[in-house]
């Protein structure tokens, strides 16, 4: 998102608030009933959890266990309905090793296609970044100074389809295009160029696991005498364990490659931890929220 390197400590506090709107797994429209199990003794029995278009015809298994719906809600390719709002604060900015801040909003919708196919549109939106640079009333850079605006917005559109393998495994796949749009508000907030690349998508859904894998290439488009050419690659790698009462662990980090820069300073591979809790809300069962933090280490 943002020109700077990346500083040693980035805390991303993500606050990932998901609001998981439901609608199209019709399973998850219908409210428990008093026999319905919450947690499976292994692999949830007789509920077809994986297909979007699987919807049990039994009422006794209408409600998704919970192991079932946080599998579904933490694969961001299993055709569910999302509106993420992560917050990330970065620590350690050089030269001074300030603090740096952006507010990404990133909604995932779906369209059903035919043959198990869904297309799935990501829009991330980085509603309010702020970066300890600025400029002084000449114009030349200012170390001391902060800027705050818009970044650049960036669309992912995939074409994915899950499929169902033995011992109740499910599997993901995905690809299609990603675009980049010069849409920051200050040059230090952004790229200033489009970007065109190719995205692939890859998750495996196994009992209390799911690890999903989202990777892409961009490259700038045209020329520029102003801003630098990019030509990155971006992976953003989720593994989730989930735990009783849907609580889970959870390692995301993004890591980068620019394949501008000399050898031996390209990649930044983020390492850390984090955790969070499901929220089902028993009167809405198509409406859920998700809540985590993280914190990762450059």
């Known amino acids: 998102m943002c020109g700077y390197r990346q500083p040693p400590l980035a805390a991303l506090c993500s606050l990932a608030i998901g609001s998981l709107l439901l ?49 579904m809600a933490e694969n961001p390719v299993s055709g569910i309905t999302r509106v993420p709002v992560a917050n990330f604060a970065n620590f350690g900015i050089p030269p001074n090793k300030r603090v740096g801040d952006a507010l990404v909003l990133a909604p995932i919708i779906p369209v059903r296609l035919k043959g198990g196919w869904s297309l799935l549109t990501r829009t991330t939106i980085p509603a309010l970044v702020t970066l300890p640079f600025g400029r002084q009333a000449s114009g030349a850079p200012d170390p001391n100074g902060r800027t705050t605006g818009f970044g650049d917005i960036g669309l992912e559109v995939l074409g994915a389809k899950q499929i169902r393998g033995k011992k109740g495994q499910f599997y993901d796949v995905g690809v299609g ?118 914190g990762f280490y450059n």
Do not use: C
């Open 23 to 71: 609608a199209s797994h019709p399973a998850l429209a219908q409210p428990p009933s008093a026999e319905s199990p919450t947690e499976p003794a292994e692999e949830a029995e007789g509920v077809e959890p994986a297909r979007p278009d699987a919807v049990p015809t039994d009422p006794q298994q209408a409600f998704i266990p919970d192991i079932v719906f946080a599998r």
């Open 177 to 294: 295009p990603f675009v980049g749009a010069p849409s920051a508000t200050d040059d230090f907030l952004g790229r200033g160029r489009w970007l065109l690349g190719p995205e692939i998508a890859l998750g495996i859904s196994a009992k209390k696991w799911v690890t999903v894998l989202i990777a892409r290439n961009e490259w700038s488009v045209g020329k520029s005498s102003s801003r630098a050419d990019v030509n990155q690659m971006w992976i953003q790698y989720f593994l989730f364990y989930n735990l009783p009462k849907l609580f889970y662990l959870v390692y995301e980090p993004i890591v980068t490659v620019n394949w501008e820069r000399q050898s031996g300073d390209r990649a930044t591979l983020p390492v850390g931890i984090g955790w969070g809790r499901h929220l089902r809300l028993p009167k809405r069962p198509r409406l859920a929220m998700t809540t985590r933090y993280s």
